[in-house]
């Protein structure tokens, strides 16, 4: 299976953060539009073996300067449905946390409504269905964390299709988001949540027990038979991201990573991103590794975009939609 045939497959991807997959190209024109030089976005790509979840998330500083605006905000959103829509990403959830974009004084909404914009100019120009996902960050306080979810229930699942928490789940474990998460429960939100991403499996199961019906990562619940149990019994999708996990050590090597034993184990899963600028990666790239590492089929590769819409975030008529627009092309390409 070549690469030209994987980039041209229609494909879904629920996990890519907004602010780590602006295009290159564009952070520097932000950069040089704020008087910074442009080499400086350099800063904005991890090095392929960062020291931990941390380390690889210091790459977001340099790339946050320059999007505490409404205009930056909504060229950045366009720009990444763009390059989305370049490889045949069919639909996209794209993620983003307005906590992160207030140092110039936007407000929460402010920037929801910005990326809102830039999504629904990209989606107009492109044949791809986005939906937004709201990301409340584990650094900031209950109180932060719970009138974002607040606003966001608002401003309505027109505009927001669900809420995420993101962040150092290390320093701030799911007990940290307990009041925030519930409180987004309550307004009936549809959750999921960045957890099992720092070697702990009981932040999956911690995750689920708030509501979650999706895990951003998950992967540490692959040395944990109980866990892969409940994980399959709740019929949770674990959002998982190949390269992002090696770079930040969630998973010690390509040899240790669990994607083919989920889903020889029935575990719902799909392939994402999660930072297309800060791991140098597109959805493409990352179904090659799984085809290189794993041997997956074009069925599988199929089977696995199927799964993700029907675990997305989507309304059903979408995701109808979406599924057979997969099995008509999918059928196309392997006759």
């Given at each position: 299976?070549?690469?030209e045939?994987?980039h041209?497959?229609p ?7 907004l602010d780590g ?11 040089e ?5 442009k080499?400086?976005?350099k800063?904005?790509v991890?090095p392929k ?9 210091s790459?977001?500083d ?5 999007l ?11 720009a990444?449905?763009?390059e989305?829509?370049?490889?045949n990403?069919v ?8 906590l992160?974009?207030?140092?110039e ?9 910005a990326?809102?914009?830039g999504?629904?100019?990209a989606?107009d120009e ?16 209950e ?6 979810f607040?606003d966001?229930?608002e401003?309505?699942?027109a505009?927001?299709a669900?809420?995420?928490i993101?962040?150092d789940?290390?320093k701030?474990?799911n ?5 925030s998460?519930s ?7 549809q959750?999921?949540l960045h957890s099992g991403?720092c070697?702990?499996a ?15 990562h998950?992967?540490?619940v692959?040395d ?8 399959k019994?709740?019929?949770v999708?674990l959002?998982m991201?190949p ?11 390509w040899?240790?990573?669990p ?9 719902p899963v799909?392939i ?8 140098n ?10 085809i290189?590492?794993w041997q ?7 089977d ?5 819409i ?11 939609s979406?599924?057979r ?5 999918f059928e196309v390409?392997?006759?």
């Amino acid at each position: 299976m070549n690469r030209e045939d994987v980039h041209k497959l229609p494909k879904v991807e629920l996990h890519c953060h907004l602010d780590g997959s602006v295009p290159m190209p564009v952070l520097m024109e932000l950069a040089e539009e704020k008087g910074l030089p442009k080499d400086i976005m350099k800063e904005a790509v991890a090095p392929k073996d960062c020291e931990d979840l941390r380390d690889y998330l210091s790459c977001f500083d340099v790339i946050l300067s320059v999007l505490q605006t409404a205009e930056n905000l909504e060229k950045a959103a366009y720009a990444v449905v763009k390059e989305a829509n370049k490889e045949n990403v069919v639909y996209m959830e794209l993620r983003f946390g307005p906590l992160l974009h207030q140092a110039e004084g936007l407000k929460s909404k402010d920037v929801i409504q910005a990326v809102y914009r830039g999504v629904k100019k990209a989606t107009d120009e492109f044949p791809i269905t986005v939906n937004l996902l709201v990301c409340a960050l584990r650094q900031y306080s209950e109180e932060e964390n719970t009138q974002l979810f607040k606003d966001v229930y608002e401003i309505g699942e027109a505009v927001v299709a669900g809420i995420d928490i993101a962040g150092d789940e290390a320093k701030y474990p799911n007990e940290c988001v307990t009041e925030s998460v519930s409180e987004a429960n309550e307004l009936g939100m549809q959750i999921t949540l960045h957890s099992g991403e720092c070697g702990c499996a009981n932040s999956v199961l911690t995750a689920m027990h708030l509501g979650a019906k999706r895990i951003g990562h998950g992967v540490a619940v692959k040395d944990d038979a109980e866990a892969i149990r409940k994980v399959k019994e709740n019929n949770v999708l674990l959002e998982m991201c190949p390269t992002s996990n090696i770079q930040t050590r969630a998973v010690s090597g390509w040899d240790a990573y669990p994607l083919r034993r989920f889903i020889d184990a029935g575990i719902p899963v799909s392939i994402n991103t999660d930072n297309r600028t800060v791991s140098n990666t597109t959805l493409t790239d990352e179904f090659m590794l799984c085809i290189e590492h794993w041997q997956l089929t074009y069925q599988e590769i199929r089977d696995l975009n199927l799964t993700a819409i029907s675990h997305s975030f989507a309304h059903n008529e979408v995701k109808q939609s979406i599924s057979r627009k997969i099995k008509e092309q999918f059928e196309v390409s392997m006759t």
